[in-house]
């Protein structure tokens, strides 16, 4: 076959095969190390965003990559009619993180949530009876692109060209107690709730609306699913969101950190579901496949330690105040929000204009050796791999503070 070969590999494109949902030009990188990502011209970018929450453990990890050699070469692929001892090794590791029976492996954080919402409906399905399949989702939630997860997240931008949606979602106000009880009955099947919305605006929820969640959850027999595809595994310095804000879920669903950069997903079930569960009601070809197992396995050994999760506790203290100090300092810089190592800080307000400001920082940052993400309209995102230093907070945080003077 002739492949097209007249693109040009330079540091930035505008030329790419990709469909247009993604913005362009797209810089190219070449490597990474520690928290640095390098291009083709070896300009350095310090890395405060880390693929979206990903690479926690940072870059050019020979022990991982070492570990995933290793694997490749025993053995790639099995499928799930099949099994093999990492996969074994890391869901009794995964069961064992919290009151779970079962994990149902996948490749991706919405198929983490799709999961999780098919083991709700089945759960309520043959405990309640037909037509209890409601799901409660929350305002500025982000679940996820696939068309479950997707019709609980109430983006209009990423919903209204896919419709008809899942039936029986409803939205309610996120940490709004009142709003929750007037909602919630035992027509619901499931609710699924993020300890802080990652990609909607970094709001955490408040000690009052988990306890609540908890309790009209357990009376009215409804699947509590947090999803922790964004804070779960040690981003918030604990190695789930849900134990820091008071949240007792039946199912947890969680991705991006899980096997250091590699596609994995782990929905954690617990036994009052997986004993209603029976053969071939569910399953996936590559989830849970030798490798991506065998490097979550080496992930959570790291990062499951008492000194591993202290550290990243007072790095997100250390990083929380930085933030706060911008600012004091800066008119454009508003209030500091997010947990741990998930934070962020409003710029101006919540409309077009904080937002388009929001886009100049993200841009400048860039061009200043600095990624950045954004997370609702207006607030500046950070959550740099785990492995992050101080001095190297620093630096990211001289760098914003050097524009939010410009600005
Ligand atoms: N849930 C949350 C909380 C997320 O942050 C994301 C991704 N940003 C997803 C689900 C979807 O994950 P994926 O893109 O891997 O499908």
Redesign the pocket.
């Known amino acids: 076959m002739e492949y097209r070969k007249e693109y040009e590999i330079t540091t930035e494109t505008y030329d790419v095969p990709f469909p247009n949902n993604y913005a362009v030009p797209f810089h190219i990188f070449e490597r990474g190390e520690g928290c640095y990502l390098f291009d083709k011209n070896d300009k350095k970018f310090l890395d405060f965003g880390s693929g979206?929450?990903v690479n926690a453990l940072g870059y050019g990890r020979e022990d991982l990559a070492s570990v995933a050699f290793k694997q490749m070469k025993k053995l790639i692929h099995v499928s799930n009619l099949y099994t093999t001892e990492p996969s074994l090794e890391l869901g009794f590791k995964l069961i064992s993180s919290g009151n779970f029976d079962a994990v149902h492996f996948g490749n991706?954080?919405?198929?983490?949530?799709e999961a999780a919402i098919k083991y709700a409906r089945l759960y309520s399905k043959r405990i309640k009876g037909d037509g209890k399949y409601k799901i409660l989702a929350f305002t500025n939630a982000?679940?996820?692109?696939?068309l479950g997860?997707l019709s609980c997240t109430p983006t209009e931008k990423y919903q209204e060209p896919f419709g008809p949606l899942l039936p029986g979602v409803e939205f309610s106000d996120f940490n709004d107690v009142e709003a929750l009880e007037k909602v919630l009955s035992p027509d619901f099947a499931a609710v699924i709730v993020?300890p802080v919305q990652?990609?909607g605006g970094l709001d955490v929820m408040t000690e009052e609306f988990a306890t609540r969640l908890n309790s009209l959850c357990r009376e009215l027999d409804i699947i509590l699913i947090a999803?922790?595809?964004?804070?779960g595994i040690a981003r918030t310095g604990f190695p789930y969101a849900s134990a820091v804000v008071g949240l007792e879920p039946d199912i947890i669903?969680l991705?991006?950190p899980l096997a250091g950069g590699l596609?994995l997903?782990a929905t954690l079930i617990p036994k009052k579901i997986n004993k209603l569960v029976k053969a071939g009601e569910h399953g996936t070809t590559f989830g849970g496949g030798p490798v991506t197992c065998a490097v979550a396995n080496k992930v959570l050994d790291i990062i499951f330690t008492p000194s591993f999760l202290a550290d990243v506790q007072s790095k997100g203290d250390y990083l929380a105040k930085g933030l706060e100090k911008l600012s004091e300092k800066h008119a454009a810089a508003g209030k500091v929000k997010g947990l741990g190592l998930l934070r962020g800080i409003e710029i101006g307000k919540p409309d077009e204009e904080g937002m388009k400001l929001c886009g100049e920082i993200i841009k400048k940052a860039m061009d200043n050796g600095l990624l950045l993400l954004r997370s609702g309209k207006n607030i500046l995102r950070i959550a740099p791999p785990l492995v992050i230093t101080e001095s190297e907070i620093d630096k990211g945080l001289e760098i914003i503070s050097n524009i939010l003077e410009e600005v």
Do not use: L, M, Y
């Open positions: 979206i929450a991706s954080g919405s198929e983490a949530n982000f679940h996820g692109r696939t997860a993020e990652g990609e999803d922790e595809i964004q804070t669903t991705s991006k596609p997903s």
